[in-house]
Nanobody, 123 residues
Framework: QVQLVESGGGLVQAGGSLRLSCAAS????????VGWFRQTPGTERAFVSA????????YYADAGKGRFTISRDNEKNTAYLQMNSLKLVATAVYYC????????????????WGQGTQVTVSP
């Protein structure tokens, strides 16, 4: 079992930045690809970004390309999502997830999920 805990969410003005963290325990995060998803009330979880177990490959949804950066530090058992130039539409609960079968934009490919962290972007 892998336990994931997100942190770093909060209230930020449009155009601002936030850095989300995903801390893992139970098993080495380096054994898993990590994905970030977001969800707003009444909608399905949407893919944001993913990173391979080694960090050598990264993937982004169109909404975050050029503004979001995913990274990881396997020695610290932590993954990150740096979000810059945030827009109002980025308001959502952000979840990190771990996959033993590789990076994917599909949420069902992920085995473990955190509890989420709220990101609110204000005008």
């Amino acid at each position: 079992q892998v336990q994931l805990v997100e942190s770093g969410g909060g209230l930020v003005q449009a155009g601002g930045s936030l850095r989300l963290s995903c801390a893992a325990s139970g098993r080495p995060l380096g054994n898993y690809a990590v994905g970030w998803f977001r969800q707003t009330p009444g909608t399905e979880r949407a893919f944001v970004s993913a990173i391979s177990w080694s960090g050598s490959s990264t993937y982004y949804a169109d909404a975050g390309k050029g503004r979001f950066t995913i990274s990881r530090d396997n020695e610290k058992n932590t993954a990150y999502l740096q979000m810059n130039s945030l827009k109002l539409v980025a308001t959502a609960v952000y979840y990190c997830a771990a996959s033993g079968s590789g990076s994917s934009w599909k949420d069902h490919a992920y085995d473990y999920w955190g509890q989420g962290t709220q990101v609110t972007v204000s005008p």
